[in-house]
């Protein structure tokens, strides 16, 4: 841990199996379930967790927008859409930087990798 680093991140959602279930099959996140209403999340670069909650995060109401790196966007993307996900923004270049907005079970994903 790094002093006044940020080291753990909690979002809600209001299907914790759902959200679980497209995590790991998606990117490998490990969970950890405390009780029916919260998991810890881990193997995700920050651990986490996902607490139950009717409201769920979207950029579009003023959420942080989450970032993961993909060393293959196309196949990234491929796996979110079988996982559930879709596509909300099609991919654009932006500096050199390829971006694809999906929505997932718990909010919105910003999917980016360096070209």
Do not use: W
């Given at each position: 841990m790094?002093?006044?680093k940020?080291?753990?991140?909690?979002?809600?959602?209001?299907?914790l199996a759902?959200?679980?279930?497209?995590?790991?099959?998606?990117?490998?996140?490990?969970?950890?379930?405390y009780?029916?209403?919260y998991?810890?999340?881990?193997?995700?670069?920050?651990?986490?967790?996902f607490?139950?909650?009717?409201?769920?995060?979207?950029?579009?109401?003023?959420?942080a927008?989450?970032?993961?790196y993909s060393?293959?966007?196309?196949?990234?993307?491929?796996?979110?859409?079988?996982?559930?996900?879709?596509?909300?923004v099609?991919?654009?270049?932006?500096?050199?930087?390829?971006?694809?907005?999906t929505?997932?079970?718990?909010?919105v994903?910003?999917?980016?990798?360096?070209?």
């Amino acid at each position: 841990m790094q002093h006044e680093k940020i080291n753990y991140l909690e979002f809600p959602a209001s299907d914790l199996a759902k959200v679980k279930a497209f995590f790991n099959a998606v990117f490998a996140f490990e969970f950890t379930d405390y009780g029916p209403e919260y998991t810890a999340f881990n193997n995700a670069g920050i651990d986490g967790g996902f607490y139950y909650s009717k409201n769920v995060m979207a950029t579009t109401t003023g959420s942080a927008l989450v970032v993961f790196y993909s060393a293959n966007l196309a196949e990234t993307q491929g796996k979110i859409i079988a996982a559930g996900g879709k596509v909300v923004v099609e991919t654009f270049v932006f500096i050199l930087v390829i971006h694809a907005v999906t929505s997932l079970p718990c909010g919105v994903i910003n999917k980016a990798r360096i070209r």
